[in-house]
């Protein structure tokens, strides 16, 4: 036994983080086992190796690096993940909930402080500001639930960053008055430095972002590129003052419209942080926590238990006055209470600054009772935030599914076909589907590829293999199923079709003919086949760049456009995708279809901000092209000869969409029509049909003339 003694604590950088990946490997299932929060079990993991437990690690650098890593994460991401339009909404009720969350444990610690406690009242002030903020340590759960978007979360989110400001204000403050710092002085120049920040953060970071994310598609560039704001952020922070965590989550919500939801980038954020920075973070807590001390006598305790009892009932306070007064469901009361009652990063950033503050010779501010006080509160703290939330979550889980259950997802018949040619192309197609598609239902995407049967066939399969394996390894990014077929044909069209049946497909969604040297028409050599050849949904694309970077989405409906089967299947497409890119939405038609589409949605998409203009006839269009910008995407909703919206004016499309919109992204729907498939060759309409007809050419011939 003294021969092993001597190997441990561990100091080998590579024996610490392969001991580390244990403990992340194994604490969950061990938890899970014993029906606990992984995350306690992450913490508790943390105070059995440290070098207050078995001794088995020591808290070296890499603890120092990566939990400030893992604590912006969880700040950054909480950040990510916040519905903004929610945000904007409830901005008052988020002020209020913070205001309280920050007001009444302060007020009940302070008081605690210098009566029960007995500490001096700079000492009670620095314990007040650590009760009064707290870490959202419970959030991963939130985000395994799927709960980020509800009101209850984001009013926790936004609390905990009013809370955390006002508190790391009186943290300046404090630290100001000890190093001789005047009042007016310090207060002045810290609100400029404030406002500094945040301008240049709300200025440069889009900015950037926009530049960076138009040129550079390549994954990896995007991922080191999103960090980079973070760390700048939080770097910049530092800098003024403020902790570096505050930084972290203006980071987030700056670019939070630009990294959608359901995108790769989000899928590959959420999965580092979540695989290995935020387990680090939580690791490194339980290290500092010393459990020893509770049974060493004296003070401690009473400490520990006045500390946890005091802040703990001034945030459950906070939290349900807040629920009561913003008439919420009780089990919002519950999500509220558990997302803020947690201690941790921030308890300890402002208790280890309390440390260097001196008092006088010798003696500072922190004293080892309330250091030692401080670090078990938030073991107890994180063990009672993690409990409420996993409990919370499961009831309002339970509860959305008996008032709202999810509408039609048991009969939707959505299964997108994506025919995929060029490389460069195929993933903005690929990423297109993922946001327009309903992840709750979790079907898969089917992408296709057609060759010519012809003397390059075996060449273009092989070509047509590595593209699908290409748009497979995107779609996994963002952890969506993907299906593939290389299919020969004679006619791209027709296999295109075949595939579609085979597949049993609901729409099909296909980039745009851009390629002037394989055919100078509009649509190509074969989009206008597919579209007068199928009755089904068909979205046609042209992406100029990013769809993270899109402000607006303007929607052309032509006159009863309501009268199609597929009105509401386009729409919801539609709105699912302004929705995951948390931009506008403004839909230009007459009022009667403006109507039908403003009440759709109101009732199915209510957070979404959409707009509605006035246009009586589809000539229009030129004016609608003096409203779009280049980071705008223009949808135009088409329609097939024979159906009830056509119109003559639709025969012009391709000649205006060339003139007026020849540099903006764009979008042609086709909407359902459930009629009989046109699988062969009719006298009242052909599947192929010419893209100007005989009349038009002479009568454009004689105009030049």
């Given at each position: 036994m003294l021969d092993l003694v001597q190997y441990f604590p561990i100091t080998n950088p590579t024996l610490i983080f392969f001991v580390v990946l244990l403990i992340i490997l194994f604490a969950p299932i061990i938890m899970g086992k014993l029906r606990i929060p992984h995350i306690i079990g992450m913490v508790l993991a943390g105070v059995l190796v440290g070098q207050y437990g078995l001794n088995i690690l020591d808290r070296d650098e890499s603890f120092e690096l990566f939990g400030k890593v893992g604590l912006y994460y969880i700040m950054f991401l909480a950040a990510l993940e916040m519905d903004m339009e929610g945000f904007k909404r409830n901005r008052y009720r988020m002020l209020l909930f913070g205001l309280l969350s920050f007001g009444i444990p302060f007020l009940m610690t302070c008081l605690m402080g210098v009566t029960v406690l007995g500490y001096t009242a700079m000492a009670s002030l620095l314990l007040s500001c650590i009760m009064a903020s707290n870490t959202l340590v419970a959030y991963p759960i939130i985000s395994r639930y799927g709960l980020s978007r509800k009101p209850s979360v984001a009013l926790s989110v936004g609390a905990t960053m009013v809370a955390l400001l006002l508190a790391l204000v009186g943290l300046a403050v404090i630290v100001s008055s000890f190093r001789g710092g005047s009042g007016i002085v310090f207060w002045v120049w810290f609100a400029l430095k404030f406002a500094l920040y945040v301008a240049a953060m709300i200025l440069l970071i889009p900015r950037l972002t926009r530049w960076f994310l138009r040129r550079y598609s390549d994954a990896v560039m995007q991922f080191i590129f999103t960090l980079s704001m973070m760390f700048m952020s939080a770097a910049l922070s530092e800098l003024i003052g403020?902790?570096?965590?505050?930084?972290?989550?203006?980071?987030?919500l700056i670019l939070n419209r630009y990294i959608p939801r359901l995108s790769p980038l989000m899928n590959r954020l959420e999965f580092i942080g979540n695989a290995l920075f935020i387990p680090y973070f939580l690791i490194g807590v339980g290290m500092l926590i010393n459990l020893r001390i509770l049974f060493s006598g004296g003070n401690i305790v009473w400490v520990v238990?006045?500390?946890?009892?005091?802040?703990?009932?001034?945030?459950?306070?906070?939290?349900?006055?807040?629920?009561?007064?913003?008439?919420?469901?009780?089990?919002?009361?519950?999500?509220?209470?558990?997302?803020?009652?947690?201690?941790?990063?921030?308890?300890?950033?402002?208790?280890?600054?309390?440390?260097?503050?001196?008092?006088?010779?010798?003696?500072?501010?922190?004293?080892?009772?309330?250091?030692?006080?401080?670090?078990?509160?938030?073991?107890?703290?994180?063990?009672?935030?993690?409990?409420?939330t996993e409990r919370s979550a499961q009831l309002i889980t339970l509860r959305d599914k008996e008032v709202a259950p999810d509408d039609n997802s048991h009969v939707d018949d959505e299964k997108m076909l994506i025919p995929v040619k060029y490389p460069e192309y195929a993933n903005r197609l690929i990423n297109l589907a993922i946001l327009m598609r309903n992840d709750k239902l979790n079907r898969e995407l089917v992408a296709l590829n057609v060759v010519y049967d012809d003397a390059k066939m075996k060449v273009?399969?092989?070509k047509g293999q590595r593209l699908l394996e290409q748009v497979t390894q995107f779609a996994a990014a963002a952890d969506v199923r993907m299906q593939t077929q290389v299919r020969v044909a004679a006619n791209i069209a027709n296999g295109i079709k075949h595939a579609f049946k085979e597949f049993n497909a609901s729409e099909i969604l296909i980039g745009m003919h851009t390629h002037k040297e394989v055919s100078t028409k509009f649509?190509?050599?074969?989009?206008?086949?597919?579209?007068?050849?199928?009755?089904?949904?068909?979205?046609?694309?042209?992406?100029?760049?990013?769809?993270?970077?899109?402000?607006?989405?303007?929607?052309?409906v032509p006159s009863r456009a309501q009268f199609e089967p597929g009105f509401y299947r386009w729409l919801e497409r539609?709105?699912?995708?302004?929705?995951?890119?948390?931009?506008?939405?403004?839909?230009?038609?007459?009022?009667d279809t403006l109507q039908l589409i403003s009440t759709?949605?109101?009732?199915?998409?209510?957070?979404?901000?959409?707009?509605?203009?006035?246009?009586?006839?589809?000539?229009?269009?030129p004016r609608v092209a003096g409203t779009i910008a280049e980071d705008h995407l223009f949808v135009v909703i088409a329609a097939r000869k024979g159906t009830v919206s056509y119109k003559n004016a639709v025969e012009r499309l391709p000649e205006e969409l060339t003139r007026f919109f020849s540099g903006t992204s764009l979008m042609i729907i086709f909407p359902d029509q459930y009629g009989d498939a046109m699988d062969e060759m009719t006298f009242a309409q052909p599947q192929h049909t010419e893209e100007h007809s005989a009349y038009e050419e002479i009568r454009e011939w004689f105009r030049r003339l």
């Open positions: 403020m902790e570096g965590i505050f930084g972290a989550f203006l980071s987030g238990l006045a500390i946890v009892f005091v802040g703990t009932v001034g945030k459950a306070l906070a939290a349900y006055v807040s629920c009561y007064l913003f008439r919420l469901p009780w089990s919002s009361g519950h999500m509220m209470f558990g997302l803020t009652s947690a201690h941790a990063a921030a308890a300890i950033a402002m208790v280890m600054v309390g440390m260097k503050l001196e008092v006088s010779a010798g003696n500072y501010l922190v004293g080892d009772d309330m250091l030692n006080g401080v670090v078990i509160m938030i073991l107890f703290t994180c063990v009672i935030s993690t409990l409420v273009n399969q092989e649509w190509g050599e074969f989009h206008q086949s597919l579209f007068n050849g199928l009755n089904r949904q068909i979205i046609m694309a042209r992406l100029m760049q990013p769809l993270s970077t899109l402000r607006r989405i303007q929607v052309a539609l709105a699912r995708l302004a929705g995951n890119l948390d931009c506008r939405i403004q839909f230009h038609g007459r009022q759709y949605m109101q009732n199915r998409h209510p957070n979404a901000r959409s707009e509605y203009s006035s246009m009586e006839h589809w000539n229009e269009l």
